[in-house]
């Protein structure tokens, strides 16, 4: 195993013109056994070590200890491309507790390394003004008698707050015998320690009571929760004055949830932060929880659509066609048979001959299964007819009774658009989404041209379609031509309280992922990860997600919801079977016109020829 081994020393103790090289003024006697060969490299410097300090790098020395130095010093972080440093620390002396001082003050720099102290005072008396963070790996040297020497790890959960230690190891002549559990492990206590955090009501994910400052549920509020009993800590929430996920701009600044963390006001966002390459500049992110996509809200159009094919639509055209041809042919044979009936006298011919209008009445009264007042023909030929028709008229009419009764029950919804290419044909509605909303970024720097032309069209600040919360957009999404586009996990909970039905688009759009958010190198960060993913695995995290976000099962189908309540037949049905009706009233009344004109003037010429 490679490891990269840094002996820091104070430079004086080198520019002590007594001091022969590889010696230091300042090394401790005691450990005199441990001491490292003379065979240095060089002296170089630290760029985040202060001045005062200087690193010498061993190439042979400390061979022994390199071999022996447990997996965890290279394997601390769940994802790591190199291997740690292993800095070792001879001297504890003043300059030595200034150098920790100042490395602790910046956040991040003492956790990529793994530190080892030689020290011969009391622990709680050197590092009583020195912050060592709970995610640095710092081990104390101290001499147990004889050549043994007793490892303690330190920290500390916050600045200001009492120094934990844990003994670690011992180390002697025969090996390092130390603990082999991982950081996370070993430090999956946090002693009571408070954790301020920022958070807003936004069900279902968060349920937040604002006025008291009290989590009280969702399934980002409920993990954070289960957090709170594994590690032992407790939170303290601060709200932020603008109530959303926030920005960040070009100059850096920040508002909302994000802007409380960039601004170092709260360790952690206990909220469904989306993660962005642009946040990524200002915060930290736990794992993700979820994995939502956007979706186009629209208000679900009336099912009871007025459809002047309705009466057409249980058969196809090619049967409706060949009905007429049936009708037409059936009504000729008919109208033939009855003639020859009557020529060849097989028939009485008293009977009233059926000429072929006549014939055709009768078969379309057959097929509507309607009687027909006159005398049916006694042939046995003619009456096979009327019987096959009857018969065959009985079967088709069931099935196109069958078929139109669930086209007037079932009520379904064609929405004006399905996906964004049709929105921008179509070009009948407005499409907006939440202020600052992460999905402007997705169009905006899309390299796809059609989203880059929703965003010119509709989605830039000039046309006036972002609105401050979902509640306003889907309100004005019910009183006007407006599309929302949103996470349905951010709508679900305001859908009660809408005033119209509202569906989504089936298709989906760019792929999110919500996680907790994180102070920017937050010492924190890699247990909370570490805890989540045992949630995960453990098939905790799943079961809160069945319990607490069963609607969003809806989305997955990616059907539209169906309509509740009764269902009833409504006129809107009947319009077009009462137009009908109607023209057919009209016609008749002109043609009776028609008639009763063409018999007027038939009777005046009557009159003026008897004159005549």
């Not at 989306?274 to 629209?298: G, N």
């Not at 409706?320 to 000729?332: E, G, N, P, S």
Request: proline share 4%.
């Amino acid at each position: 195993m490679l490891i990269e081994i840094s002996f820091i020393v104070p430079v004086v103790s080198c520019l002590d013109p007594t001091c022969h090289e590889g010696e230091s003024a300042g090394a401790n006697s005691e450990f005199a056994w441990l001491t490292p060969s003379p065979h240095v490299e060089s002296v170089t410097s630290v760029g985040d070590v202060p001045h005062g300090v200087a690193v010498r790098r061993v190439c042979r020395s400390f061979a022994g200890l390199a071999n022996s130095l447990p997996r965890w010093l290279r394997l601390s972080h769940a994802i790591s491309e190199h291997n740690r440093p292993f800095h070792v620390l001879l001297s504890s002396d003043e300059n030595t507790k200034l150098a920790l001082s100042q490395l602790s003050s910046k956040r991040g720099v003492m956790a990529d390394a793994v530190w080892l102290l030689f020290l011969e005072k009391s622990v709680d008396q050197f590092f009583e003004d020195v912050y060592i963070p709970v995610d640095c790996e710092f081990l104390v040297a101290q001499r147990r008698g004889g050549n043994v020497v007793l490892l303690t790890e330190i920290y500390r959960m916050d600045k200001g707050l009492p120094l934990q230690h844990k003994e670690f190891g011992i180390w002697n002549q025969s090996g390092l015998h130390a603990s082999r559990e991982s950081l996370v492990r070993r430090r999956s206590h946090f002693h009571g320690f408070t954790i301020t955090a920022t958070s807003i009501n936004s069900p279902p994910l968060v349920l937040m009571d604002e006025e008291k400052t009290e989590m009280k549920g969702g399934l980002f509020g409920s993990v954070w929760t289960r957090l709170e009993r594994r590690l032992n800590f407790t939170t303290r929430y601060v709200i932020p004055s603008l109530r959303s996920w926030g920005t960040v701009f070009a100059n850096n600044t920040t508002t909302g949830v994000l802007g409380v963390l960039a601004d170092g006001q709260a360790e952690v966002g206990v909220f469904h932060m989306i993660m962005t390459s642009r946040r990524i500049d200002v915060m930290d992110f736990s794992i993700p929880l979820l994995s939502p996509k956007f979706h186009i809200f629209v208000r679900q159009p009336d099912g009871l659509q007025l459809q002047w094919n309705t009466y057409l639509a249980p058969l196809s055209r090619t049967l409706w066609l060949t009905i007429v041809l049936l009708i037409l042919l059936i009504a000729l044979f008919l109208s033939k048979l009855q003639r020859l009936g009557r020529r060849h006298g097989i028939a009485e011919k008293t009977l009233e001959r059926f000429w072929f209008r006549d014939c055709l009445f009768f078969i379309f009264g057959a097929v509507c299964q309607q009687g027909a007042e006159v005398q049916s023909p006694q042939l046995t030929s003619c009456r096979v007819v009327y019987l096959t028709t009857y018969l065959g008229a009985v079967v088709m009419l069931a099935s196109y009774s069958a078929t139109l009764i669930s086209f007037l029950t079932v009520r379904t919804v064609k929405l004006p658009f399905n996906d964004i290419e049709e929105f921008l044909k179509v070009g009948t509605h407005k499409l907006g989404t939440l202020e600052h909303s992460t999905a402007l970024n997705f169009f905006r720097e899309s390299e796809m041209p059609l989203y880059r032309e929703v965003y010119r069209r509709f989605l830039q600040p000039a046309h006036g379609t972002m609105v401050p919360d979902v509640t306003a957009g889907l309100t004005r999404l019910c009183s006007s031509k407006y599309a929302l586009l949103a996470m349905y996990v951010d709508t679900v909970g305001y859908m009660e309280h809408v005033t119209c039905p509202v569906v989504s688009l089936r298709r989906s759009y760019f792929r999110s992922s919500l996680a907790f958010g994180l102070a920017l190198n937050s010492p924190y960060k890699a247990f909370l990860n570490y805890h989540l993913l045992t949630l995960q695995n453990d098939g905790e995290l799943y079961k809160l997600q069945q319990l607490l976000l069963a609607p969003l099962r809806q989305q997955d189908a990616e059907e539209l919801a169906p309509v509740d309540g009764s269902v009833s037949v409504e006129i809107q049905h009947l319009l077009p079977v009462l137009t009908v009706l109607g023209a057919g009233v009209l016609l008749s009344a002109t043609c009776f016109l028609l008639e009763w004109a063409a018999g007027r003037r038939t009777r005046s010429k009557q009159k003026t020829a008897v004159a005549v």
